[in-house]
């Protein structure tokens, strides 16, 4: 089975900062990878997918790269919407999340 | 646009049984895969079940594999997930999801339901 790990498990961040999480994959996924903001109470909503294919609807400050084992999400300039928890999702071989970046207010 | 709204979740006492529905509209239901994610008490992400767009294909998690069983009507624009067995591990907060494409990953998810296993 194919682990997703991410760091860091939490970020304080101020508003306008630019922000990066990692996710690291066990085996290679190829770019099959895609990634989700949650807030508390609500349903996941994908921001990314392909690894770095925008989700139509989804801001501009976020984007995606990476292939392979190694993968990034980046907030250009965080928003005060953007205080969230982030989730990397692997969809090559079954399906498996990361344990989730809680984005907090430093 | 696109709606998910799930149902079935409740109190249930280990070693019983439940069945969730998904009730889906505002998209050609027949054409998509859908998931099942859960994601138990101030915890991760779970992914559960995938169910191909003509139930023919079905894919489960480790946790649940031979409890659970994915199913869905395409005549009633409705996704199922029984539950058998089910252990207090369990209890979580279950989310049915559109597949984005063939299978891949979920793009349009519901709100949730849910499922509490406790004696």
């Known amino acids: 089975d194919i682990q997703m790990t991410q760091s860091p498990s939490t970020l304080s961040a101020s508003v306008g900062d630019r922000v990066t999480i990692t996710c690291r994959a066990s085996?290679?996924?190829?770019?099959?990878l895609a990634w989700y903001q949650q807030k508390p109470g609500k349903a996941p909503n994908l921001l990314i997918y392909k690894a770095s294919s925008l989700e139509s609807g989804v801001p501009s400050r976020f984007s995606g790269s990476g292939s392979g084992t190694e993968f990034t999400l980046t907030i250009s300039s965080l928003q005060p919407d953007d205080f969230a928890t982030y989730y990397c999702?692997?969809?090559?071989?079954?399906?498996?999340f990361g344990q989730g970046t809680k984005v907090e207010i430093k | 646009q696109v709606q998910l709204v799930e149902s079935g979740g409740g109190v249930v006492q280990p070693g019983r049984s439940l069945r969730l529905s998904c009730a889906a509209s505002?998209?050609?239901?027949?054409?998509?895969?859908l998931h099942w994610v859960r994601q138990g008490p101030g915890k991760g992400l779970e992914w559960v079940a995938i169910i191909s767009n003509d139930g023919s294909n079905k894919f489960y998690g480790d946790a649940v594999k031979g409890r659970f069983t994915i199913s869905r009507d395409n005549s009633k624009n409705t996704l199922y997930l029984q539950m058998n067995s089910l252990r207090a591990e369990d209890t979580a907060v279950y989310y049915c999801?559109?597949?984005?494409?063939?299978?891949?990953?979920?793009?349009?998810w519901g709100q949730g339901t849910l499922v509490t296993v406790s004696s």
């Open positions: 999801a559109k597949d984005k494409d063939s299978m891949r990953n979920p793009d349009y």
């Open positions: 999702q692997q969809y090559n071989s079954g399906w498996t």
């Open positions: 085996q290679s996924i190829s770019s099959w």
């Open positions: 505002g998209f050609t239901f027949s054409s998509y895969g």
